[in-house]
């Protein structure tokens, strides 16, 4: 039996991750235990920054560290090159106690509070993603109080629905997350950032969902995004 990656079943039955017995793994470590293929990993972030090195596109590789955030892991994902996306002052705190680079770190997240953008403007990471109305306000307030530029993407809703579960659509129109693209949000977002002194607008972000074993949603996106 093969299972997802290097996962599988050996001759006595019992689930291997990497090559290595889970069995013995929890013999000396106990449960509940997280088990990751520190190998797979750097295959898999070689395999994606290769892509666009090959095709010739200038493009950042970044690790989601909500998925799993240690400082282990973020030490692993600055080896390997990967920028970094957090969505906490946790996840953040993780990636300066990790010491990764904070120009390679991008702030995610549709409910930042104003101690989070605080901090994050503290160690002067690379880039905010601003999600809504109220956090390019706050956004622009502190920066102006504080004097200090910041470099900002705005997150849009593209409309895309994407081939996965409801649950993890995020591109939809009734989307919770960014700036609506067709009903003119997106365009009056744009216009207040960039008429800040200290808002660096680098340009659009979305995010249609997870879990996508299709490419016809990236397209569509993509598409409406150089369109708009």
């Given at each position: 039996?093969?299972?997802y990656?290097?996962?599988?079943?050996?001759?006595?039955?019992h689930?291997?991750i990497?090559?290595?017995?889970?069995?013995e793994?929890?013999?000396?470590?106990?449960?509940?235990?997280?088990?990751?293929?520190?190998?797979?990993?750097?295959?898999?972030?070689?395999?994606?920054k290769?892509?666009?090195?090959?095709?010739?596109?200038?493009?950042?590789?970044?690790?989601?560290?909500?998925?799993f955030?240690?400082?282990?892991m973020?030490?692993?994902?600055?080896?390997?090159?990967?920028?970094?996306?957090?969505?906490?002052?946790?996840?953040?705190?993780?990636?300066?106690?990790?010491?990764?680079?904070?120009?390679?770190?991008?702030f995610?997240?549709?409910?930042?509070s104003?101690?989070?953008?605080?901090?994050?403007?503290?160690?002067?990471?690379?880039?905010?993603?601003?999600?809504?109305?109220?956090?390019l306000?706050?956004?622009?307030?502190?920066?102006t109080?504080?004097?200090?530029?910041?470099?900002?993407?705005?997150?849009?809703?593209?409309?895309?629905?994407?081939?996965?579960?409801?649950?993890?659509?995020?591109?939809?129109?009734d989307?919770?997350?960014?700036?609506?693209?067709?009903?003119?949000?997106?365009?009056?977002?744009?216009?207040?950032?960039?008429?800040?002194?200290?808002?660096?607008v680098?340009?659009?972000h979305?995010?249609?969902?997870?879990?996508?074993?299709?490419?016809?949603?990236?397209?569509?996106?993509?598409?409406?995004?150089?369109?708009?």
């Amino acid at each position: 039996m093969h299972l997802y990656g290097t996962g599988g079943v050996n001759e006595r039955g019992h689930l291997e991750i990497g090559g290595v017995d889970t069995i013995e793994l929890i013999e000396q470590f106990g449960t509940p235990l997280y088990v990751y293929d520190v190998e797979l990993i750097r295959e898999r972030a070689r395999g994606f920054k290769r892509t666009f090195e090959e095709l010739g596109i200038s493009a950042q590789v970044a690790y989601a560290s909500k998925a799993f955030s240690s400082i282990a892991m973020i030490q692993l994902a600055e080896q390997e090159g990967l920028s970094l996306d957090v969505v906490s002052a946790g996840e953040l705190y993780t990636a300066i106690k990790a010491n990764f680079p904070t120009e390679r770190i991008h702030f995610h997240g549709n409910n930042k509070s104003e101690e989070e953008l605080h901090m994050a403007l503290d160690y002067d990471i690379g880039c905010i993603v601003v999600d809504n109305f109220s956090e390019l306000t706050l956004l622009e307030e502190i920066c102006t109080n504080r004097e200090q530029k910041v470099k900002i993407l705005l997150r849009v809703t593209p409309g895309i629905e994407a081939h996965t579960h409801d649950y993890i659509l995020t591109g939809q129109e009734d989307s919770k997350f960014g700036f609506d693209l067709i009903n003119g949000q997106a365009e009056a977002a744009l216009r207040q950032a960039l008429k800040s002194e200290f808002l660096e607008v680098l340009g659009l972000h979305c995010h249609i969902g997870s879990q996508i074993f299709q490419t016809t949603g990236f397209l569509l996106a993509a598409q409406k995004l150089s369109a708009s």
